[in-house]
């Protein structure tokens, strides 16, 4: 089976890298059977996000092989970056003709790549016409088509063939929107799989001396278009940042994109002044995770940093006015909070009082939803195999 896999933008590297190990373990688990079919696995980077600290660092850290191909697309609008997209891949799609295109997320790498391969048509000596369309992460929702990544998400899930769930809203999403029930398949997470497999090495990491710190802290982290390209919001936002700074100190890992609007604003001074807030360059995997697992608190736009801070039941503070990830609301330690100072400040209070919700862990999520995906391709792939 030949296995192509997409990654575009910093959260698909940790949901590639459970997959890239499940395949390497499935590989070397089976080798020795009668039947065995070794999974080759393509890796195709759409060059999305370009910078060492963006892409490659998590590359290295978390073990991914190097990709096989590099598309370079780089920065642009959303309609440049997802058709430069579309125009690199058709060839690589072509020259490699996969049995199954993987697909993670919801950055505009996984639509523009989606799109491709379900209107491609194999050479007709193929045993397919085009390669089985898998999205991982399947069914989030929500329910705010203002953000590009609802529409990346719809559009993808209504492309793919098969649809690997990480919480139950996600299957009852899907069901909504028509799709037919034997696609779909509640694995688990992967993100977690990554969590799991590398908090272990925390340890090493030396972030905390590297930036002077001791004692009870939090960490933001904010790059949606909705919270940072705005002026008033970014300013709200600082504000709010400024008066938890003086309940709690906070480390603030800058997203490029962030950074550039603080610039453009005139917004990075007023947190570089204050003495209590601690900024660094976007953080590596190893030492993001050893700083969240200590964490009093976390304030966030992210969608994944709701479920490892959920797993770590570290409380979680999320600025937004809705979530695709309701299990962690409903199960773990996320708190939905829209841009209101009026809420954030009395939660921030409720929580660092030890009043914070009791959590659990989602189902599945367990550190093995990568083998269960190989698991389904590989039954599947097998099916259609032997049907042509
Ligand atoms: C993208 C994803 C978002 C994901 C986020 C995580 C889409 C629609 N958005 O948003 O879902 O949560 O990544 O980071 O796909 N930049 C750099 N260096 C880089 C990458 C980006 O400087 O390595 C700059 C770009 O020039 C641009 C800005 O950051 O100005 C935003 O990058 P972009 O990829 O457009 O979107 P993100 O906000 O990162």
Same mark, same amino acid.
């Given at each position: 089976?030949? *296995?192509?896999?997409?990654?575009?933008?910093?959260?698909?590297?940790?949901?590639?890298?459970?997959?890239?190990?499940?395949?390497?373990?499935?590989?070397?688990?089976?080798?020795?059977?009668?039947?065995?079919?070794?999974?080759?696995?393509?890796?195709?980077?759409?060059?999305?996000?370009? @910078?060492?600290?963006?892409?490659?660092?998590?590359? @290295?850290?978390?073990?991914?092989?190097?990709? %096989?191909?590099?598309?370079?697309?780089?920065?642009?609008?959303?309609?440049?970056?997802?058709?430069?997209?579309?125009? $690199?891949?058709?060839?690589? *799609?072509?020259?490699?003709?996969?049995?199954?295109?993987?697909?993670? !997320? @919801?950055?505009?790498?996984?639509?523009?790549?989606?799109?491709?391969?379900?209107?491609?048509?194999?050479?007709?000596?193929?045993?397919?016409?085009?390669?089985?369309?898998?999205? /991982?992460?399947? !069914?989030?929702?929500?329910? %705010?088509?203002?953000?590009?990544?609802?529409?990346?998400?719809?559009?993808?899930?209504?492309?793919?063939?098969?649809?690997?769930?990480?919480?139950?809203?996600?299957?009852?999403?899907?069901? $909504?929107?028509?799709? %037919?029930?034997?696609?779909?398949?509640?694995?688990?997470? /992967?993100?977690? @799989?990554?969590?799991?497999?590398?908090?272990?090495?925390?340890?090493?990491?030396?972030?905390?001396?590297?930036?002077?710190?001791? !004692?009870?802290?939090? #960490? /933001?982290?904010?790059? $949606?278009?909705?919270?940072?390209?705005?002026?008033?919001?970014?300013?709200?936002?600082?504000?709010?940042?400024?008066?938890?700074?003086?309940? *709690?100190?906070?480390?603030?890992?800058?997203?490029?994109?962030?950074?550039?609007?603080?610039?453009?604003? !005139?917004?990075?001074?007023?947190?570089?002044?204050?003495?209590?807030?601690?900024?660094?360059?976007?953080?590596?995997?190893?030492?993001?995770?050893?700083?969240?697992?200590?964490?009093?608190?976390?304030?966030?736009?992210?969608?994944?940093?709701?479920?490892?801070?959920?797993?770590?039941?570290?409380?979680?503070?999320?600025? $937004?006015?809705?979530?695709?990830?309701?299990?962690?609301?409903?199960?773990?330690?996320?708190?939905?909070?829209?841009?209101?100072?009026?809420?954030? #400040?009395?939660?921030?209070?409720?929580?660092?009082?030890?009043?914070?919700?009791?959590?659990?862990?989602?189902?599945?999520? %367990?550190?093995?939803?990568?083998?269960? #995906? #190989?698991?389904?391709?590989?039954?599947?792939?097998?099916?259609?195999?032997?049907?042509?």
């Amino acid at each position: 089976m030949k *296995l192509l896999s997409i990654a575009g933008a910093r959260p698909n590297f940790m949901k590639l890298s459970s997959i890239s190990h499940a395949v390497e373990e499935y590989n070397q688990r089976n080798h020795k059977t009668s039947s065995f079919d070794k999974i080759e696995h393509i890796i195709v980077h759409t060059g999305q996000h370009y @910078d060492v600290q963006m892409s490659r660092q998590f590359f @290295d850290e978390l073990k991914i092989p190097a990709p %096989d191909i590099n598309l370079e697309v780089g920065s642009g609008s959303h309609a440049v970056q997802t058709a430069e997209i579309m125009k $690199r891949f058709e060839p690589v *799609l072509l020259e490699k003709t996969p049995d199954v295109l993987l697909v993670v !997320g @919801d950055v505009n790498s996984t639509i523009a790549c989606t799109l491709v391969a379900s209107k491609i048509n194999y050479p007709s000596d193929h045993l397919l016409s085009r390669p089985i369309l898998t999205h /991982v992460e399947a !069914g989030l929702r929500s329910y %705010d088509r203002s953000m590009p990544e609802e529409i990346n998400r719809i559009l993808t899930d209504a492309l793919c063939d098969l649809l690997f769930a990480t919480e139950e809203s996600a299957i009852t999403n899907l069901e $909504r929107e028509g799709i %037919d029930h034997e696609k779909i398949h509640f694995v688990g997470n /992967v993100m977690i @799989d990554t969590l799991y497999r590398y908090l272990k090495d925390s340890h090493k990491s030396v972030i905390k001396s590297k930036i002077g710190l001791d !004692g009870t802290y939090s #960490i /933001v982290t904010l790059h $949606r278009p909705s919270n940072v390209d705005k002026p008033e919001t970014l300013k709200l936002l600082i504000d709010c940042l400024n008066l938890i700074a003086e309940r *709690l100190k906070i480390i603030f890992p800058i997203h490029p994109r962030t950074r550039a609007t603080l610039n453009q604003f !005139g917004l990075l001074r007023a947190l570089e002044n204050n003495e209590h807030i601690i900024l660094t360059e976007p953080l590596g995997y190893i030492d993001f995770m050893s700083l969240l697992k200590d964490a009093a608190l976390v304030l966030t736009d992210s969608g994944g940093i709701q479920e490892e801070t959920t797993v770590l039941k570290v409380p979680c503070i999320t600025l $937004r006015e809705n979530t695709e990830r309701p299990v962690t609301v409903k199960e773990g330690t996320n708190y939905l909070i829209g841009m209101n100072i009026n809420e954030i #400040i009395p939660t921030v209070d409720m929580i660092m009082s030890g009043r914070g919700k009791v959590s659990t862990i989602p189902k599945y999520w %367990d550190g093995h939803a990568g083998k269960r #995906i #190989i698991e389904h391709l590989v039954r599947i792939w097998r099916e259609k195999a032997i049907c042509i």
